[in-house]
Structure formats: C-alpha cells, structure tokens
C-alpha cells in the first residue's frame, strides 16, 4: 500500500510525499528533500483533474462535486445513519469514511468532502450544542458576554483523534481522488454561538459586532484560531485541499465585512498557506464581497448562483480559480433544463484560469440522486479536451 501522510497508523513516506515548486508540504510531514517526483498519497491525487484545476492548470476535464454530496440526499447515508444522532457519526471513524465514500462511488465525483460538520470542532473543545434534524446546530448558552468567552478554548489534535483516524482510513481507500477537509469561517460559527442556532437576520450576532466591537473582535479572533488548529489537523491527515465555509456573511454590507470579519477570515486562510493545499472560500449571497473575500487570501473562490461566473472573475480579479454554481434547485427539473443550465454555467466559465464545476450552494435533501449522477456524467463529456 502506498504511504499516506500523516494518517494514524500509517508508514513513514517511503520517498517524497512533496513536490518541488507550487505546492509543498511543511518539514514536519515532509521529511525528505525536494526535486523528486511525489509518492504516497499526494502524488496519486496531484495530477486530478480537480488539484489542477484548482492549481489553474490544463485539465482533462472541468473536475465537479458537489457542496453536501455526502448526506442526506443518498438512500444509502440514511440507511447508515438510522439510529445515530449526526454528531455521534461525526466521531465514528467507520461512518465517516463510509458516507464520504458513498458519492464518489455511485456518482464518480472529482473528489471527496471530509463528511463531518462546521460545529464539530466547538462540540469537540466542549461547548454545549446539538444538530437537530431539520433544524441544524442549536446552543446550550449563547455567547453574548464576555465571561461567555470561557468556552472557548483552544483545540489540539488530542481533541478530535476521529479526524485523524477516518482520513487516515479514507485517503487509503480514496487513491487518486482527493479528499477536501473544511471548517466554518469565524462569522458563520460566531452566528451559531450569538444566537444559539439557526437564524434568518442574525440579529444578536449584528447586535454584538456593532455594540461590542470589542468582544466581537476577540471573539471572532479565537474562533479563528479554533478553525485554524482543525484545518491544520485535517490537512496533516491528508486532505488534499480544504474549503473554508463562511455561509451566512453574505447577510453583512462589504464595509462591514472588511472591517469586523475579513481580518479573522485571512488570519485562518494565511495559517494553513504554507502547507500548499488549494484553500477554497464560499458563502451564500456574497455576490458584494466576492472581491474581499477573495482578498482574504482562497486560491479558489466559490461562487453561488447568483452570479454568474464571467461576472465573479470581474469581481474577484485573477489569480484565482472559481468554483461554482448551477442553482442546487434547478436538479428538480427536467434532464433537458438541467443540461440547459449547465451549458449556461460552461459558457460563463470558459475564459476562467480554473473551473471547479459545483453547486451554488448545497446539494438540496430531496434531490434525486440520479440527476446528480447524470449531472457529473454531462459535465465530464462535454469539457472532455
Ligand atoms: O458537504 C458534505 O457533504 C459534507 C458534510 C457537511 C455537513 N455539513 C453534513 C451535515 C458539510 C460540509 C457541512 C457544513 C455545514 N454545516 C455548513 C456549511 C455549508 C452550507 O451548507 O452552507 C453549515 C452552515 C452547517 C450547519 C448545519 N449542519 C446545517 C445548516 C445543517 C442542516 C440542518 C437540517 O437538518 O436541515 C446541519 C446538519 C447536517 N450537516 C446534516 C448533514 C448531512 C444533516 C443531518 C442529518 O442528516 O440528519
């Protein structure tokens, strides 16, 4: 079996897991010197479509995944899943592998998304909270006050040792297809956290940002050190690009957004630069901040469907690949629409320098499946070069 890097367990890298020029691993992993062609993990996922894509290199075809592959969409996640409450299968490494492997299996995506969730990291540092179905993440004790801070303390690797152990299984199992690890931007936790679950206007979070600008700053700098230190874990692991969630920011004017979120944001993309890895960057309505977030230091930028890709490369500048964005709710439609669609996304990619085909936002619960595989299938043909 070819050597993984880092995973639990796994061998030391026979030769050089690292590659001399775009990207390298940091010396703690990579122990032996550059100029040779990689081996182990790294190398079989190096040259996919999706890593070159996001490198903005030629590709043999527009890679594609989709945003929540893995979960509830397919018969067979929720057969594995009957019976355990979502953060406990977040912590069994047997499930997570399982279930991140279920889509690349039945619809040959580009690449695999680490199946866990943006909350597990504070669960794991010991705050208060559940995923309920249908609802998402809810908070015992939002934080509001200073002395509320105290729950947040930092996260070491000891904290998630199931991390480590489902990448280390999965990166085995997965080959030359790359695994994406992620975790929530610091806005999109903060919100959780002020409001003490899901919210429509993040009223307390604004609340708080613009009466304690303070406390916000304070609180959104340790979470940005909580996201960092589960980023860095995962990419040790062997995930092969991370994406950084920032969901809700879109609720925020670009002023705002520079000014009390941006800083925390690059403070966690720029901790995980010297790894290498492609660091990709989404929220949802952001049409406003494509240009800061992008700012904020992601290789690759993701892109909702509301606004179309030769108009976000307008916006975000170059030196960047886009990933995006059929609207998730157009897979309810005929073949023909949906095929429709997707020229029209194509089209709107064609001068990019990278184009990761995706969703806008995640893949909807009761989406066909079929039509994601046949989605995967049609995008695969038609850019094949
Ligand atoms: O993308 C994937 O397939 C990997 C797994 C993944 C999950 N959550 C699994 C999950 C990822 C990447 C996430 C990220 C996540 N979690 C985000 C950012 C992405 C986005 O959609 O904007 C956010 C905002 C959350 C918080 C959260 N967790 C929400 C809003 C929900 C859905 C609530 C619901 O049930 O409608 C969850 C729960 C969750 N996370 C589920 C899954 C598969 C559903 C739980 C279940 O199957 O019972």
Same mark, same amino acid.
């Given at each position: ?254 002023? /705002? +957004? %520079?000014? !009390?979120?941006?800083? =925390?944001?690059?403070? $966690?993309?720029?901790?995980? #630069?010297?790894? *290498? ?26 892109? /909702? +469907? %509301?606004? !179309?890709?030769?108009? =976000?490369?307008?916006? $975000?500048?170059?030196?960047? #690949?886009?990933? *995006? ?61």
């Amino acid at each position: 079996m070819p050597g993984r890097l880092g995973g639990t367990g796994a061998p030391a890298a026979q030769g050089h897991p690292c590659r001399a020029g775009h990207f390298f691993i940091r010396a703690k992993i990579c122990r032996v010197s550059a100029n040779t062609r990689p081996t182990g993990q790294l190398s079989q996922t190096y040259d996919s479509a999706f890593l070159k894509a996001c490198r903005r290199e030629p590709v043999p075809h527009t890679p594609v995944w989709f945003m929540r592959q893995a979960g509830r969409s397919l018969p067979e996640y929720r057969k594995v899943r009957e019976g355990t409450a979502m953060l406990e299968s977040c912590m069994r490494p047997d499930l997570v592998t399982e279930i991140t492997l279920q889509p690349v299996r039945r619809h040959g995506v580009d690449a695999a998304i680490f199946f866990s969730d943006i909350v597990v990291p504070l669960k794991a540092i010991g705050v208060d909270l559940d995923i309920k179905p249908g609802v998402g993440p809810v908070v015992a004790r939002p934080i509001r006050r200073r002395e509320d801070l105290a729950q947040l303390r930092d996260l070491t690797p000891e904290d998630v040792p199931y991390v480590t152990e489902a990448i280390g299984m999965l990166t085995g199992e997965l080959g030359g297809t790359p695994l994406i690890g992620f975790a929530g931007a610091p806005f999109t936790l903060a919100s959780y956290l002020v409001e003490g679950g899901p919210s429509k206007n993040h009223e307390h979070t604004k609340a708080l940002m613009y009466g304690d600008p303070e406390l916000w700053a304070d609180l959104l700098d340790r979470l940005a050190e909580i996201t960092s230190a589960f980023l860095k874990v995962q990419i040790e692991a062997g995930a092969s690009a991370v994406q950084l969630f920032d969901s809700w920011v879109g609720a925020l004017a670009p002023a /705002d +957004y %520079r000014r !009390s979120v941006m800083p =925390a944001s690059a403070k $966690v993309l720029a901790s995980v #630069a010297s790894y *290498g890895v492609p660091r990709i960057h989404f929220g949802v309505g952001t049409g406003e901040l494509l240009g800061l977030m992008g700012e904020a230091g992601a290789d690759v930028m993701g892109v /909702d +469907y %509301r606004v !179309s890709l030769d108009e =976000a490369v307008r916006r $975000v500048g170059p030196g960047k #690949a886009l990933q *995006g964005n059929l609207d998730p709710a157009v897979l309810f439609s005929t073949t023909e629409a949906v095929e429709a669609k997707t020229d029209e996304v194509l089209a709107a990619a064609a001068g990019l320098e990278g184009h990761v085909f995706n969703l806008g936002h995640g893949v909807l619960p009761t989406t066909d499946p079929d039509a994601l595989t046949r989605l995967v299938e049609y995008v695969h043909t038609k850019t094949r070069r």
